[in-house]
């Protein structure tokens, strides 16, 4: 659901318990008739937003929220006349359209979780095209819009909506069913989830959105989910607690990050003790947790860096030839353009601008990206060519998108 006009605290709400109704129903009615459960969803959130306009927040807008889909799911089972013949499959006991109080039993805080689980996994079946599962997981779980999934995959939105089309045939078409995956099965399944997740953080951490930089609702859903995949015993992974070592890492420094007028801060001029020592604490517990066994993946390696730039006194301090290490060895296992530019970066910072100039050159196909521009300007700059440094700023400009990013670059410009 998309409201402009929303308030900040009833979107998130609304983002927040629109997956959990959306797992519950799918829960009861079967993966394989999502839209039932989508159009409650979405008729209870209308109602709520023009009940609440009226007569303004319940005193427990989440139970109103619950106790509404529950209406209108008995209104819609009372309405199918042939409800026993495409629904009563997939009920787990016994029921009648006309005795209804079965359905609290879905609405518990356990069996939302359960459904929460059932469904992250769902929808990241290897049946259904990868691009499709993080599209319709986004969709369906942490309730991204349509045009924020186009924003978090760089494409138009007509393509997400062919994606989760063709997810929702998939799933028609194979008769999925909710269920988490166990022995061989599970970790295909649960990297895809996990991915879905870190996608997530990101669209929150650094929102590609015009308005805002950061998308703090979404940072904490990503950590929610994750924190669901860490209690479960089959998802209960050591690269599971190595994505919530990483993103709680990052949430730490999220208060950092903006002035209250909403520029940015770049890392190297954050106040440091403004940073959340409890997540950061939370952070390190997790990432201990996730040592355990031999596997090490590109999450251990992220929430690597970032510890090393959480216990830094100062940017100036920060132990850099560490970091490069930890992106040589994530580059051999994610050779991307990306880890390159930010291998290039800190090697710069390790072992001088020249040799981060150097790396920064031989990348190919960051041509369009502002980030990589900006990191020439800055190593050019510390090397004095402050003329091929205010030229490599003005691509960045040119390819900066959010205002706030075009006010860094632009006094970059002047300082040089």
């Avoid at 949430?251 to 520029?263: F, H, K, Q």
């Amino acid at each position: 659901m998309s409201e402009p006009y929303l308030h900040p605290t009833i979107e998130h709400l609304f983002r927040h318990e629109s997956g959990k109704m959306l797992a519950v129903l799918v829960k009861l009615f079967g993966l394989n008739q999502v839209e039932i459960a989508e159009d409650i969803v979405q008729e209870t959130l209308l109602n709520a937003l023009e009940s609440w306009k009226l007569k303004g927040l319940p005193d427990d807008p989440r139970a109103w929220l619950y106790r509404a889909a529950k209406n209108r799911t008995i209104d819609y089972l009372r309405r199918e006349r042939n409800f026993k013949t495409r629904v009563a499959p997939n009920f787990q006991q016994g029921s009648s359209p006309i005795e209804t109080s079965w359905l609290d039993g879905y609405f518990l805080d356990t069996e939302i979780e359960d459904a929460q689980l059932r469904m992250m996994f769902a929808t990241c079946h290897p049946a259904i095209p990868i691009e499709s599962q993080l599209a319709l997981m986004l969709r369906t779980l942490c309730g991204l819009s349509t045009q924020e999934i186009a924003v978090a995959f760089f494409l138009p939105s007509d393509s997400i909506v062919k994606r989760l089309y063709r997810a929702k045939e998939k799933i028609r078409q194979e008769k999925l069913s909710l269920e988490v995956p166990a022995g061989n099965d599970l970790l295909p399944r649960l990297d895809a989830v996990l991915h879905a997740v870190y996608l997530l953080f990101n669209e929150g951490y650094k929102s590609a959105s015009n308005d805002e930089v950061i998308r703090r609702e979404l940072c904490v859903e990503a950590i929610r989910l994750g924190t669901l995949l860490a209690r479960h015993p089959l998802s209960n992974q050591p690269k599971t607690h190595a994505l919530l070592a990483l993103m709680c890492f990052h949430a730490a420094r999220l208060d950092a990050r903006l002035t209250v007028e909403g520029e940015i801060i770049l890392l190297e001029n954050q106040d440091r003790s403004t940073w959340n020592q409890q997540l950061i604490a939370l952070a390190y517990t997790h990432f201990k947790q996730s040592s355990q066994g031999e596997d090490l993946s590109a999450y251990h390696l992220e929430a690597a860096i970032a510890s090393y730039h959480a216990v830094a006194p100062s940017f100036a301090q920060t132990n850099w030839q560490a970091i490069f290490y930890c992106y040589n060895l994530l580059y051999t296992l994610n050779p991307s353009p990306i880890v390159a530019l930010n291998r290039a970066i800190a090697k710069g910072y390790a072992e001088g601008p020249s040799a981060g100039i150097e790396a920064l050159l031989k990348i190919e196909g960051l041509d369009q990206n502002y980030l990589y521009h900006t990191a020439l300007g800055d190593f050019y700059s510390k090397n004095g060519k402050l003329d091929v440094a205010k030229l490599a700023y003005g691509q960045a400009l040119q390819l900066a998108t959010l205002p706030a990013e075009k006010k860094v670059i632009e006094q970059k410009i002047k300082n040089n």
